[in-house]
């Protein structure tokens, strides 16, 4: 069946780009794209993957809309993750359309294509180690990943890069970029003030939570950033949330209200874990409850992300003086301090 793109509002489609096939399931198999108009032209907001059953799906929604390509003036992306951030080189070379991404996940995006090793996973995996991973959890994640990297853009050359937190966008004026850092360092959602309307990227989705995972390659405390980023767009005049995966939405408080404690949750859980002894992050997201399943069901690569997420959590608690990290054979061991109590 043929992806049918959708009018949102006046001047607004969502288009979906699906996911390579047999990646994904259900709401999280393509990436929702939307087409915004700005002056005599669209402003494009993510792109899918750099993959030909994605573009060819990108390029059949455009002509259902009788949207010629070249119409196409800016390319917004979101976040450097390649379902979002995958298909801009083509896009950019059909089109025209000048792309906008932030610095900091530019910065980034070029470590990621530009490693002449097999990514640059084997800093990851250097990373990771300290950390309580398996050695064979490590390398299959290392060759899923090595496998991923083909669907990042390939000699993209962003026009627009942005800086600092907050930029207006487009040829209109009326959109603005606002960095949300968490899930990625450098994430921008788009706000139209004039419609009220939020393209959240994966910043705030409607169902699930976005990953919050540490590498070697992002900044200290992600998950404190994220949680004042989401209450920084709480506080927006929104109608109608737009965001990257699932489906759109209009409780953009009660959403963010919802995820905030769904993170004290995830954090009172971690300290009750660490109560026994101390626990490197491994071992500590082997104790807590993930909603995808056991954790002898989850494959090397949710244990992985789930590692991640636990480091996240550990880092937001450490900064609040609630645990601390020791040093000891080699790991990374994290225990609770009087704080916590």
């Not at 069946?1 to 607004?12: A, D, H, R, S």
């Not at 995958?86 to 059909?94: D, F």
């Not at 603005?176 to 705030?204: K, M, W």
């Not at 949710?302 to 003086?321: C, D, F, P």
Request: hydrophobic share 40%; net charge negative; aromatic share 8%.
């Amino acid at each position: 069946m043929k992806e049918v793109p959708i009018e949102m509002l006046q001047g607004i489609y969502k288009l979906e780009v699906p996911f390579l096939p047999g990646v994904g399931e259900g709401n999280l198999s393509s990436t929702l794209c939307y087409l915004v108009r700005d002056g005599d032209g669209w402003l494009m907001v993510d792109c899918g993957f750099n993959e030909e059953h994605a573009f060819n799906a990108f390029r059949q929604q455009l002509d259902v809309l009788g949207i010629p390509v070249k119409d196409i003036r800016w390319l917004f992306v979101t976040h450097y993750h390649p379902d979002h951030s995958g298909l801009a080189a083509r896009i950019k070379a059909v089109s025209g359309a000048r792309v906008i991404i932030h610095q900091d996940d530019w910065n980034v995006l070029k470590a990621t294509v530009s490693s002449v090793e097999i990514w640059n996973i084997h800093g990851l995996v250097e990373w990771a180690k300290p950390f309580g991973v398996p050695p064979p959890d490590l390398a299959t994640f290392q060759e899923r990943a090595a496998f991923g990297r083909a669907f990042f853009p390939r000699g993209l050359e962003p026009d627009i890069i942005l800086q600092g937190k907050e930029n207006m966008v487009g040829e209109e004026g009326r959109l603005r970029a606002i960095l949300t850092p968490g899930h990625t360092p450098g994430h921008i959602c788009l706000y139209d003030e004039q419609n009220r309307v939020l393209f959240s990227g994966d910043h705030v989705l409607v169902g699930i939570t976005p990953h919050i995972s540490p590498s070697h390659l992002t900044s200290y405390n992600q998950l404190g950033q994220y949680l004042d980023a989401l209450r920084k767009v709480q506080c927006l005049d929104v109608d109608l949330v737009l965001p990257a995966h699932e489906r759109p939405f209009d409780y953009l408080a009660r959403r963010v209200d919802e995820i905030l404690e769904h993170h004290r949750n995830r954090l009172d859980e971690m300290v009750v874990a660490l109560s026994g002894c101390p626990l490197n992050p491994w071992d500590l997201a082997m104790r807590v409850h993930w909603d995808v399943g056991t954790w002898d069901q989850m494959d090397a690569i949710n244990r992985m992300l789930a590692m991640r997420e636990t480091l996240a959590h550990l880092e937001l608690l450490e900064s609040r003086g609630q645990v601390a990290m020791v040093a000891r054979g080699g790991l990374n061991l994290y225990k609770l301090t009087d704080a916590s109590a």
